[in-house]
């Protein structure tokens, strides 16, 4: 589980995140939702310790989130953050082996789980001898997820990891990674602007605005006991496009997101 307790930040002044408090539950997906600009990608790297916060503390189980700490929890959470992150003077290769080298798995075992998750993620193996500038935003997109999964992790912390994908490859994917979080349990905060994104992945979604939570439940819960107007307003616009990912052609049960209430 991860706890996170009066966490906020401000940029130059800037209110970037409120003080708020969460829990990411333990093998459930949790979606980071919001308008441009709320903290999604704040909070994401909060928890990633790539930013310091200036009130607050975040434990993953009984760990916390400190100098001391960080490096072991980054070894046990794959993470993908906005813009990638992938270091453009190593190959895509060597980007996604770079961990896993510095804790002493042998070339074999490396080429092997590259070998399984560029199937999984559906990277060109040819393309991994490529560095990231001579990669397709699709496919930089991917080796930045094969990274985040390179290590096996607990937990993965992901800022629109689907977003440069065009749509036929990005549902094809959405699919294939949501039966990596579900047969794998892996505890997942996820952020998306997309609201049929959150939809296919929840267990549960966080709404923020200016930096606040708005309301967090299922799916249902905020699209029928919308606690402010603003969460009426942020379905109200995105709806029309959350059928059809919901139903076909992914794999996974249709869900009713029309007072059905099954979840
Ligand atoms: P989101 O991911 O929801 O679009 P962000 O978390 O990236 O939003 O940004 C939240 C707010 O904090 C925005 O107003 C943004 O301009 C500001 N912000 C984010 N990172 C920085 C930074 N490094 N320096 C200054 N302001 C920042
Ligand atoms: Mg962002």
Redesign the pocket.
């Known amino acids: 589980m991860i706890h996170v307790e009066n966490i906020s930040k401000s ?2 002044g ?1 209110v ?1 995140l409120q003080p708020i408090s969460l829990t990411f539950r333990r093998a459930e997906t949790s979606i980071l939702i ?1 308008p ?8 994401l790297k909060l928890l990633l310790g790539l ?1 310091p916060a200036d009130t607050g503390r975040i434990r993953f189980d009984d760990v916390e989130l400190s100098d001391s700490s960080v490096q072991q929890i980054r070894q046990r959470t794959g993470y993908v953050i ?1 813009e990638g992150g992938l270091f453009p003077h190593l190959t895509a290769k060597e980007n996604i082996a770079l961990l896993a080298r510095s804790i002493g798995w042998t070339e074999a075992v490396i080429s092997a789980r590259i070998a399984e998750i560029a199937k999984i993620t559906q990277m060109p193996v040819e393309k991994l001898a490529s560095y990231p500038a001579q990669l397709s935003g699709g496919q930089r997109q991917r080796v930045s997820l094969m990274r985040a999964l390179m290590l096996d992790p607990d937990v993965l912390l992901l800022d629109e990891p689907l977003g440069a994908l065009d749509p036929l490859i990005r549902s094809e994917l959405q699919a294939d990674l949501k039966d990596i979080f579900e047969s794998l349990g892996k505890t997942v905060v996820m ?1 998306t602007h997309d609201l049929a994104e959150a939809a296919f992945f929840a267990d549960e979604i966080v709404l ?1 605005r200016e ?1 606040q939570i708005v309301q967090k439940g299922s799916f249902e819960e905020l699209q029928q006991k919308p606690a402010d107007p603003f969460v009426t307003k942020f379905f109200g616009a995105q709806i029309d496009r959350v059928a059809p990912l919901l139903s076909a052609p992914h794999g996974s049960s249709p869900r009713s997101f029309n007072g059905g209430g099954n979840s």
């Open positions: 940029f130059d800037q970037a919001g441009s600009g709320c903290g999604k990608s704040t909070l930013i906005q952020v923020l930096g």
